[in-house]
């Protein structure tokens, strides 16, 4: 028969198991949760970033020149960016030509009146 100190001693011995068990079970649940929050924090970047460009968007629109000299810009790095982008030609249709940025492969399709 065990003494009331060996009965407390196992019984320490076992909630310290315990507590062990679910410290790991709850570091794995905390690195788990800050990858998340990384993640998290990562989108919310990118969409704050989006959301800067689309407030800015009408002004872009104002001051974008399509055309300067003889370098035809894109209008989409201008607009997400404020950056002047060559554009150049690919291969046309019979009904239209293409212009497609040099950095972001933006395509522009230029049909041909008839």
Do not use: Y
Not at 10 to 21: F, G, H, M, S
Not at 55 to 72: E, I, K, T, W, Y
Request: charged share 30%; with cysteine; aromatic share 6%.
């Amino acid at each position: 028969m065990a003494t009331v100190e060996q009965a407390l001693q196992r019984a320490a011995e076992q909630v310290a198991d315990r507590l062990k068990n679910k410290s790991a079970s709850l570091n794995r649940e905390f690195l788990s949760l800050e990858k998340q929050k990384l993640e998290l924090e990562k989108k919310q970047a990118e969409i704050k970033a989006t959301l800067d460009a689309t407030s800015r968007a009408p002004q872009r629109l104002l001051n974008f020149v399509p055309v300067l000299g003889p370098d035809h810009h894109c209008p989409a790095c201008w607009i997400n960016h404020k950056t002047r982008s060559r554009m150049r030609s690919t291969l046309g249709t019979d009904d239209a030509d293409f212009l497609r940025c040099n950095a972001c492969d933006f395509e522009v399709e230029i049909s041909f009146d008839r």
